[in-house]
């Protein structure tokens, strides 16, 4: 329970949380995102990212980009890799979405809020999908509307 009127800022006590929780876990474990820790505690995602910074700074977990945050460090101990990094997971649930006609050409595809929650990944981790969609022929961008999906003659030829 988060002491919100105590002088303790609420990151520092998230922090203290997750470290007691870390410590009866074993290295290379996942730690909870700061999406998770967000609606656990209900904190802005500032406080979560804060103190997943102090952890962090402490050695007692490591952030891999497009995978997550782990116990430990680094080169402790083995993680079990992604087969597939998560922006092309999503960037191919998106094809199969507009392939199935569920996304239909020249209508908008989700926006990047709507995906963040969807897929519960840091907005990077959507921009990239995005950007991989886009890059492939899949989607295209109209400044200040949004992405939308290609007519269909304008997807990849399999």
């Known amino acids: 329970m988060l002491d919100h009127d105590g002088d303790t800022h ?8 997750v470290r007691r929780r870390v410590g009866e876990l074993e290295p290379g474990h996942p730690v909870p995102s700061e999406a998770d820790l967000q609606r656990e505690f209900g904190v802005a995602r500032t406080t979560a990212r804060r103190a997943i910074h102090v952890l962090r700074e402490e050695g007692l977990i490591y952030t891999v980009q497009g995978e997550g945050t782990f116990v430990g460090a680094p080169n402790e101990a083995p993680r079990e890799q992604r087969k597939t990094p998560l922006y092309r ?38 921009r990239r999908a995005m950007a991989l969609l886009r890059e492939a022929g899949w989607i295209y961008t109209v400044p200040q509307r949004g992405s939308y999906v290609s007519p269909e003659d304008s997807w990849p030829q399999d």
């Open 10 to 17: 609420l990151y520092l006590q998230i922090a203290e949380i």
């Open 89 to 126: 997971q999503i960037a191919a649930d998106i094809e199969q979405r507009i392939r199935s006609g569920e996304l239909r050409p020249r209508r908008p595809i989700p926006g990047e809020t709507a995906l963040l929650q969807q897929y519960d990944v840091a907005r990077e981790t959507v």
